[in-house]
């Protein structure tokens, strides 16, 4: 089940989604606290990183201070496709918003600033339309 390669086919398919919620980056030692379902885990030697939601954080004291909204890009991009998270990346760079990138093994996930979510979202929207 691979996924699409052809840049110009990603961009016009991504058909990005912002997920409901507030999410927060935070860094445990150990394993994940319970109660907390993180979206994503990534372990480093510094610690567990940890992506959930912020209400999560709060109820088990974790610290953050990075609130970001979600965006999902819906179309299935292939690991070793090139050029997606550059054009991404750049197009949400020209707008100054920041993006944290995560691959799945279906779809490729953004974290963006949460208070400018809804604006990220239209610029993607706009570069698939522009890609079409």
């Given at each position: 089940?691979?996924?699409?390669?052809?840049?110009?086919?990603?961009?016009?398919?991504?058909?990005?989604?912002?997920?409901?919620?507030?999410?927060?980056?935070?860094?445990?030692?150990?394993?994940?606290?319970?109660?907390?379902?993180?979206?994503?885990?990534?372990?480093?030697?510094?610690?567990?990183?940890?992506?959930?939601?912020?209400?999560?954080?709060d109820a088990a004291g974790l610290a953050y201070d990075y609130i970001a909204g979600w965006i999902t890009l819906r179309v299935h991009s292939a690991l070793d496709a090139v050029?997606?998270?550059?054009?991404?990346?750049?197009?949400?760079?020209?707008?100054?918003?920041?993006?944290?990138?995560?691959?799945?093994?279906?779809?490729?996930?953004?974290?963006?600033?949460?208070?400018?979510?809804?604006?990220?979202?239209?610029?993607?929207?706009?570069?698939?339309?522009?890609?079409?």
């Amino acid at each position: 089940m691979s996924g699409e390669r052809d840049l110009r086919k990603l961009l016009s398919g991504m058909r990005p989604e912002l997920n409901p919620g507030r999410y927060v980056f935070t860094s445990v030692d150990g394993g994940v606290p319970r109660g907390v379902t993180p979206v994503v885990t990534v372990t480093e030697p510094e610690g567990l990183t940890l992506v959930l939601p912020v209400e999560e954080a709060d109820a088990a004291g974790l610290a953050y201070d990075y609130i970001a909204g979600w965006i999902t890009l819906r179309v299935h991009s292939a690991l070793d496709a090139v050029g997606l998270t550059a054009a991404v990346a750049g197009e949400l760079a020209d707008a100054s918003l920041s993006c944290n990138v995560v691959a799945g093994f279906h779809h490729d996930h953004l974290f963006v600033a949460h208070a400018r979510a809804g604006e990220a979202l239209g610029l993607l929207e706009n570069l698939v339309r522009r890609s079409g």
